[in-house]
């Protein structure tokens, strides 16, 4: 039995501001996600004032940049992007591992999304397809799951009581 996806909203980034922290590490695949994030915020309606772009060295280095961001009280959400290539060891595992954990850590002792928009594969060309390709574009897809996540805690936190 196939799954059923979610019932679209309509997202609205307008009010949110967003870090958007992407790894310098396979930039063929990030570069492709950035540019997806990107669109998908200003497609939301988000202000270009309020998404600010920084480089992360790896990917490894995602959770702890969006920790500071996070915790700064700057930022509505973080949008985490990076790509891990499978290798010869389970290094791969390894960061993949430990960034979903941290960065669901993160969110939860925030309550903040940081978005987990990190490709794990076997193959550049799987990278290629799910960062812009046949598979779509995992960046605007982290986008718009912080979006949708930002406003849902906006609506629970300044609703009514």
């Known amino acids: 039995m196939a799954l059923t996806p979610p019932v679209p909203i309509p997202l609205d980034a307008r009010p949110l501001r967003v870090a958007?922290?992407?790894?310098?590490?396979?930039?063929?695949?990030?570069?492709v996600m950035r540019d997806g994030a990107r669109r998908?915020?200003?497609e939301a309606g988000g202000l270009a004032g309020n998404l600010t772009e920084v480089d992360a060295p790896g990917t490894f280095e995602l959770a702890v940049i969006a920790g500071g961001a996070?915790?700064?009280?700057?930022y509505d959400a973080a949008v985490c992007l990076g790509c891990v290539l499978k290798g010869e060891t389970r290094h791969d595992e390894v960061i993949a591992d430990a960034v979903?954990?941290?960065?669901a850590q993160l969110?939860?002792?925030?309550?903040?999304?940081?978005?987990f928009g990190v490709l794990t594969v076997d193959t550049q060309a799987q990278a290629l397809a799910r960062a812009g390709g046949a598979?779509?574009?995992k960046g605007a897809e982290a986008m718009n799951a912080a979006i949708e996540a930002a406003g849902a805690?906006?609506?629970l936190l300044t609703g009514p009581r």
């Open 20 to 31: 958007l922290i992407v790894s310098r590490y396979n930039p063929e695949a990030t570069g």
């Open 40 to 42: 998908a915020f200003t």
């Open 70 to 74: 996070l915790r700064s009280d700057r």
């Open 100 to 103: 979903a954990t941290a960065l």
């Open 107 to 115: 969110s939860a002792e925030t309550a903040r999304p940081a978005a």
């Open 135 to 137: 598979r779509g574009n």
């Open 153 to 155: 805690l906006r609506r």
